[in-house]
């Protein structure tokens, strides 16, 4: 890979991590509610979700990737179950409920698994890498150097602009808190995620 490719190529994901999508609603919404720790979880989920669509794509498993259709589906359902889980739980929550960093959760392992299941359960993200890729590098005669690099700059174009919305959505969050309203935001928020998990299960 050139300087210029890999410029362009971190560029390009830098733009599709920008616009708005499920998985920006659904760091802001982990974030605003529970606070930048937990929307960071949640957008480690998604990198990691990232990561192995981009693996897949790199080794070739297009036709792995039909056989598994089924699983992803599985996932899918299971992911969209959860996220309703979580959402329910938020609007059920009663701000006493809530700690001094506005968290509903202690672990972070909710949040992770958040970004993880938005991400793998749209099946559709290892055929968008499979035509991705392509256009900025020979995915036939990639190297192990070429993987990590690719790999890396998804981590810091997709995971950075993640991080960014979490840190926006904490601060809203805070403000929003002071305002005394966190019982509506737990309310908007539950709604949120409850929604993404019906999108997840009916659309995707």
Known sequence: MTLASITALFASMLVLA???SISVLTVTTRSATSGFLHGAFTALGIVVGDTLFILLAI?????????MGELFSLVKYAGG???IWLGVKLWLASPETVNDMGAVD???VPSFLAGLFVTIGDQKAIFFYLGFLPAFIDLQNISIEET???VSVAIVAVGGVKLGYAFVAAKAGNTLKEFKVIKVLNKVAGLILLSIGVFLIVVT
Do not use: D, K, Q
Request: proline share 5%.
């Open 18 to 20: 920008l616009l708005p």
């Open 59 to 67: 080794s070739g498993l297009s036709l792995l990737a039909e056989t």
């Open 81 to 83: 179950v959860y996220l």
């Open 106 to 108: 202690a672990s972070f």
């Open 148 to 150: 990590a690099i690719i």
